[in-house]
Nanobody, 115 residues
Framework: QVQLAESGGGLVQPGGSLRLSCAASTTIFSLSAMGWYRQAPGKQRELVATFTSGSRTNYAESVKGRFTISRDKFRNTAYLQMNNLKPKVSAVYYC?????????WGQGTQVTVSS
């Protein structure tokens, strides 16, 4: 079992920035994958950014250049830095990990970009 604790969502104006955090209850280097997905109302959950095996990163095309995923091995925490935010990225953002061939999800954190 892996527990995930997310934080950092909120309301921000267009052009602003937010940083999401996801703390895992196990060492992050034991995870096959770790990252972020999002789900907007009426839409399917979609990948935002992830670390995969070998520390490779994978980004959705729509966020490349504006979002950055990183991690801190001492805190077992992954971060999603989101810059130049636009209203269309408003959604619930979910932390995701794969551990021993099982998927685990955080509770989700709301990100709202609005003036």
């Amino acid at each position: 079992q892996v527990q995930l604790a997310e934080s950092g969502g909120g309301l921000v104006q267009p052009g602003g920035s937010l940083r999401l955090s996801c703390a895992a209850s196990t060492t992050i280097f034991s995870l096959s994958a770790m990252g972020w997905y999002r789900q907007a109302p009426g839409k399917q959950r979609e990948l935002v950014a992830t670390f995969t095996s070998g520390s490779r990163t994978n980004y959705a095309e729509s966020v490349k250049g504006r979002f950055t995923i990183s991690r801190d091995k001492f805190r077992n925490t992954a971060y999603l830095q989101m810059n130049n935010l636009k209203p269309k990225v408003s959604a619930v953002y979910y932390c995701y990990v794969e551990y021993r061939s099982r998927d685990y999800w955080g509770q989700g954190t709301q990100v709202t970009v609005s003036s």
